[in-house]
């Protein structure tokens, strides 16, 4: 018989919070219309990285199925799964700052096919990012106050126009025009001297 306070789910001993369930099995119940539903079986996610993750070898991605972050990157516990497996196939980064770029441009997806895997700088990777159009930069970021043309425009009238009438003509401040100018800000458009 199960004890009135107790979840009644099978071993769960844990005391019951709402409809006969622990909070846990509440939550999935509510979630999922199963106490049982919405969890990975202990194991199971490194059981696939290992056997299905680290085989593959197609040039599709590979999409993981368990566990990601916020922003989409698949995680294991606490360890980013892209991470695991470019070392699988690249070997250790080459130094503390390097980190897992995605070719395929979709990491954020949840790519972890090893042959879209390599370790590449921070610039690299954000420039990677930009070319992949998976980060809101320039006039695909809905908050710029600048298009290209306006930033080259700035960059064209260095030394022939003074930043307040820059700023004036563009209706933004002097401060923006000197971040631009100096590729604080936009710096992927600045000019080759």
């Keep these: 018989m199960v004890h009135p306070d107790l979840c009644s789910v099978g071993e769960c001993g844990k005391r ?7 909070r846990a099995h509440y939550m999935r119940w509510r979630s999922h219309g199963d106490p049982l539903a919405g969890r990975t079986p202990k194991g199971e996610a490194e059981r696939f990285f290992r ?24 995680r294991i ?6 991470n695991m ?20 441009g979709k990491g954020h997806l949840g790519c972890a ?10 610039t690299e990777n954000a420039a990677d990012m930009v070319a992949h159009g ?7 970021n809905k908050l710029a ?15 022939k126009m ?20 100096n590729g604080r800000v936009w710096g992927w458009m600045q000019p080759i001297l």
């Design 16 to 22: 019951v919070e709402a409809r006969g369930y622990c």
């Design 51 to 74: 056997e299905v993750v680290l085989a593959y070898e197609g040039d599709e991605c590979m999409i993981w199925p368990y566990g990601r972050t916020h922003d989409g990157y698949g």
């Design 77 to 82: 516990k606490h360890a980013y799964v892209h």
């Design 85 to 104: 497996a470019c070392e699988d196939a690249n070997g250790p980064p080459p130094s503390p700052l390097h980190q897992a770029a995605h070719s395929c």
């Design 113 to 122: 096919a090893k042959r879209h895997l390599s370790w590449k700088t921070p």
């Design 134 to 140: 998976t980060v809101m930069v320039g006039d695909r």
């Design 145 to 159: 106050k600048l298009t290209e043309d306006k930033v080259k425009h700035i960059h064209s009238m260095r030394g």
């Design 162 to 181: 003074t930043q307040h009438a820059l700023a004036r003509e563009l209706g933004v401040s002097q401060s923006l025009v000197s971040h631009v100018q």
